[in-house]
């Protein structure tokens, strides 16, 4: 157990819906990030946050957007959902922002869009 | 954008066999880090490694940030079943805040 924490686990939804991703980082962790992983395919990182404010950007979407809160949780919101949204979004967590520090994983979400 | 190329992409061994690993790169390297991931679950982190030459082990598996800083192996000795997996190589590139992934080594063991 790496101590990250997603919900829910798996997610159905439909074509042209909205669905929210809810990730809770390690205890005394302050950078969260989002990665997405198509079927058989690496690792895409999509954004990461530190202590509450937005540090780096990857190939995320101008359809998806996140947040990290106060409480230093964080949700990915997904909207406008394609077919091609489904894949496995998984939250990692880091100490600090910046070089060298370890990223651990949360067990993902797997999201299906009908 | 950046380039990890991580070799083999696939592996089928017999229990008991050492297997071994790569990931290279044309960029500099600060952090390389091996995760291994089973099916439907999340990358666990194997090992980290900080700097040029580093050899590190945990358990049966042994990793080592390359001398040029470009490149990382991974070993593990004496393969079990519960090995089986994918094992991704990550790292971070000199002046660069996000890590990079390899597309993965899925090994399969024949017991």
């Known amino acids: 157990d790496s101590g990250v924490t997603q919900t829910p686990k798996h997610l159905i939804t439909a074509t042209g819906q909205r669905v929210t991703l809810r990730c809770s980082p390690r205890?005394?962790?302050?950078?969260v990030y989002w990665y997405q992983q198509s079927l058989d395919q690496g690792l895409q990182f999509l954004i990461q946050?530190?202590?509450?404010?937005e540090r780096a950007k990857g190939n995320i979407l101008e359809r998806f957007s996140a947040q990290q809160f106060p409480d230093l949780h964080s949700e990915l919101n997904l909207s406008s959902l394609e077919l091609g949204d489904s894949a496995l979004y998984f939250c990692a967590s880091s100490v600090a922002w910046g070089v060298g520090y370890e990223q651990y994983f949360g067990p993902g979400t797997r999201l299906t869009v009908t | 954008g950046q380039q990890l190329n991580q070799s083999p992409q696939s592996m089928f061994i017999q229990e008991g066999e050492d297997v071994s690993m790569n990931c290279t790169s044309s960029?500099?390297?600060?952090?390389w880090l091996w995760y291994k991931q089973e099916p439907g679950e999340g990358p666990v982190l194997l090992i980290a490694l900080y700097k040029a030459g580093e050899l590190t082990s945990n358990g049966r598996l042994t990793a080592q940030f390359g001398i040029t800083r470009k490149d990382s192996f991974l070993n593990i000795s004496a393969s079990i079943p519960s090995d089986v997996g994918i094992y991704f190589c990550?790292?971070?590139?000199?002046?660069?805040?996000?890590?990079?992934f390899g597309q993965g080594t899925r090994l399969t063991i024949n017991p």
């Open positions: 946050y530190y202590n509450g404010e």
């Open positions: 205890s005394g962790d302050l950078s």
């Open positions: 990550a790292g971070l590139i000199q002046g660069a805040q996000k890590l990079v």
């Open positions: 960029s500099i390297f600060n952090t």
